[in-house]
């Protein structure tokens, strides 16, 4: 697959051909081209023999969806990456909302169900760990490339049950101008657990019960999302706080 990125990471990655259009044409491209595996040294025996193996079934593209939609927008080869990102727009997402899996334990749910639970069970057995690595490469302002590291955060809780419901149930009654919002912001939901709302260094609020962090500046500006509610009762209804409220215990900080 010629748009691997072999600087991240192993430069591995498995291939489903049968959902995933690049996947799809990258396959495509070793069987019907011998000279291209020659150039890169690929037997025969390793990718003639292999058909597509169904594992998703997704509505108005079937079982074989990266397959159908690379025929319907006459996708040749994996070097028409704007014809292949237009392919994965129309999949990807509805895929993980509507798709329903077809092997496994959890065959019969919705991939945006199952997702989680094969997840939690490759870790429980030890077949899988938790790995995490930036979307792309990182760079400072100054033009340097940089190594991310693992430190200490505080992290707010999107994913907690009872919020996470109530959320749902908020966007359930939700009037949305179509579908395609409504699955983003159910695809959101689905993912969205902890989120970093520290830093240890710059300019900002000290976190109070931990003055050694401060609060990262894109919660600081959810934080005052959610402190705006409250303030006119800690401010007796003065947004300006110069008068006295009975709730308020500290500074206007």
């Known amino acids: 697959m010629l748009t691997i990125l072999t600087d991240k990471g192993t430069g591995i990655v498995t291939s489903v051909p049968s959902d995933a259009p690049d996947d799809f044409m990258a396959l495509h491209d070793l069987k019907s081209k011998p000279a291209l595996r020659t150039k890169y040294g690929v037997k025969d025996e ?6 597509i193996v169904p594992i998703i079934n997704i509505p108005e593209f079937g079982d074989k969806p990266a397959e159908k939609v690379c025929n319907d927008l006459k996708i040749r080869s994996q070097n028409e990456k704007e014809k292949l990102a237009e392919a994965k727009r129309l999949t990807y997402l509805k895929g993980f909302t509507e798709g329903i899996l077809l092997v496994g334990e959890f065959s019969g749910r919705r991939v945006q169900y199952a997702k989680p639970l094969i997840r939690s069970k490759l870790i429980e057995t030890g077949q899988a760990i938790i790995y995490s690595e930036p979307e792309k490469r990182v760079m400072s302002r100054s033009g340097d490339e940089c ?19 109530f959320a749902e149930e908020c966007l359930s009654n939700m009037n949305l101008y179509c579908d395609e919002t409504r699955h983003g912001f159910e695809h959101t939901l689905s993912w969205l657990n902890q989120w970093a709302c520290s830093r240890s260094f710059g300019l ?9 962090y401060l609060v990262e500046s894109l919660s600081d500006s959810t934080l005052y999302m959610a402190y705006y509610t409250i303030a006119h009762l800690l401010h ?4 300006y706080g110069s008068t006295t409220s009975p709730y308020k215990t500290g500074t206007n900080d």
Do not use: H, N, S
């Open 147 to 165: 190594v991310v590291a693992l430190t200490d955060q505080w992290y707010i809780t999107y994913g907690e049950p009872e919020w996470k419901k």
């Open 204 to 212: 900002g609020t000290r976190i109070p019960w931990d003055e050694q």
């Open 236 to 239: 007796d209804g003065d947004m």
């Open 46 to 51: 390793w990718v003639l023999p292999f058909e």
